[in-house]
């Protein structure tokens, strides 16, 4: 069982900066490091989208088109924690910023959709003012 926490949110103004933390926690250093990781994001009426994707491996990554290379999706495997530094922050990005989890046995493999992923945290919100 694997439990994360997000972390980092808050309220900026339009073309700021955050930088979200996911830290996880129940797998052992061994095991964080066979699991993608994934953000997502919703707003209220809204199902909640896929943001960004990194493999286990760190060296594949896949970005919503809406990202537009605003935002950045990195790990450090001996924290056990996974990053999105978001840039250029639009009003349009204000949303509760969710991270998840799979395991995997394949270095390179991501995934996008919702229902492939096992665990979920709690949440963090980002308010971006104009």
């Known amino acids: 069982q694997v439990q994360l926490v997000e972390s980092g949110g808050g309220l900026v103004q339009a073309g700021g900066s955050l930088r979200l933390s996911c830290a996880a926690s129940?797998?052992?250093?061994?095991?964080?490091?066979?699991?993608?990781m994934g953000w997502f994001r919703q707003v209220p009426g809204k199902e909640r989208e896929f943001v960004a994707t990194?493999?286990?491996?760190?060296?594949?990554?896949y970005y919503a088109d809406f990202v537009e290379g605003r935002f950045t999706i990195s790990r450090d495997n001996a924290k056990n924690t996974v990053y999105l530094q978001m840039n250029s922050l639009k009003p349009e990005d204000t949303a509760v910023y969710y991270c998840?989890?799979?395991?995997?046995?394949?270095?390179?493999?991501?995934?996008?959709?919702?229902?492939?992923?096992?665990?979920w945290g709690q949440g963090t919100q980002v308010t971006v003012s104009s």
């Open positions: 998840a989890a799979r395991r995997t046995f394949s270095g390179s493999a991501y995934y996008t959709g919702l229902n492939e992923y096992d665990y």
């Open positions: 129940g797998a052992s250093g061994r095991t964080f490091n066979r699991y993608a």
């Open positions: 990194l493999s286990w491996s760190g060296g594949s990554t």
